[in-house]
């Protein structure tokens, strides 16, 4: 497989940060999969349609599976390598740990779709 070196020359949005008008999205990102390539590529476009428009992207954090792979693929490390979507790049649960891993991962994901839906609700 051929892909960008994302690390320090994409942004979180997938935009090239030599010059922001410039995006990329799916699996020459450095994303793995079929949804997690589409998953780019919305982050992306609507990323790139409010800077057009001159208004502020939205904030995909960690906290979202869109955010989180973002992040892990724009963000420079040791040594860079595709990557699929999973709960292991998003950011952990405040609070008390939950033990039992199915749980866990349920209210991850309960705490991902919250968040997009605050985002929807902003677009």
């Given amino acids: 497989n051929t892909y960008l070196r994302s690390p320090g020359m994409l942004d979180r949005y997938y935009r090239l940060i030599a010059d922001e008008l410039i995006a990329f999205a799916g699996q020459m990102t450095g994303v793995e999969g079929y949804m997690e390539s589409t998953a780019s590529g919305l ?34 490390t040791g040594d860079f390598q ?19 891993k199915k749980e866990r991962y349920a209210k991850v994901a309960e705490r991902s779709l919250e968040k997009i839906a605050e985002i929807v609700n902003e677009l």
């Fill in 43 to 76: 982050v992306a476009g609507v990323a790139l349609a409010k800077a057009l428009l001159g208004e502020p992207e939205p904030d995909f954090t960690g906290d979202t599976v869109l955010g989180a792979l973002a992040l892990h693929v724009t963000t420079p």
């Fill in 82 to 100: 595709p990557m699929n979507a999973t709960f292991g790049v998003m950011a952990p649960l405040e609070g008390k740990k939950i033990r039992v």
